[in-house]
């Protein structure tokens, strides 16, 4: 069993938080780590009530408030899967520290992979996505949301220039 991509060496199962502002790649990182460990995957977006879906497509940022129930029910996800013993994959912007610690309430040991990279790339990848909900119009307010992971988070930052398996592998790696 110790041998399974999805349990850390101490023979428990993993999970990870997939986490940046939009364009990050959380998706096609998050999916293909799901794939790499053989567990289950959930699309934070997926999860999104449609009237916090309504107001990003607006343009409009979403408040603390918009986002507490959508945490919520990703903090209950993830908990299910602790409850479970099961490995979980969780693509989630996680802007805040605040965010992050709402959703350790589901599993004290959750792990966040930080997908970080230039402005520039950022607004590229976002402008290139136009059936996404998400404008180019809100990146701004997502960085300036961002808190990144502090020193006592369980985590690592990557870089999103480097290509998908690449990320995937150093989030494998740090397991």
């Known amino acids: ?36 460990l053989q567990v289950d995957y959930i699309e934070g977006d997926a999860l999104h009530p449609a009237q916090n879906v309504a107001k990003m497509a607006a343009g409009q940022p979403l408040d603390d408030a918009d986002r507490a129930g959508w945490l919520a029910a990703l903090r209950d996800r993830i ?3 602790v409850s479970e013993s099961r490995g979980l994959v969780v693509s989630c912007s996680a802007l805040k520290r605040s965010y992050r610690d709402l959703l350790r309430e589901g599993d004290p040991a959750l792990r966040f992979a930080h997908l970080d990279g230039p402005r520039a790339v950022l607004e590229q990848r976002v402008a290139n996505r136009p059936s996404h909900f998400m404008p180019a119009s809100l990146l701004d ?8 992971l502090q020193a006592d988070e369980a985590g690592l930052v990557l870089d999103i220039r480097q290509p998908v398996t690449a990320l995937v592998q150093q989030i494998v790696d740090a397991a």
């Open 1 to 36: 069993m110790a041998d399974s991509p999805s349990i850390n060496n101490r023979g428990a199962a993993v999970r990870w938080v997939v986490m940046g502002v939009s364009g990050c790649g959380k998706s096609a990182v998050g999916s293909r780590l799901a794939a790499r």
């Open 79 to 81: 908990a299910q899967a």
């Open 141 to 148: 307010s997502q960085l300036a949301t961002l808190q990144p």
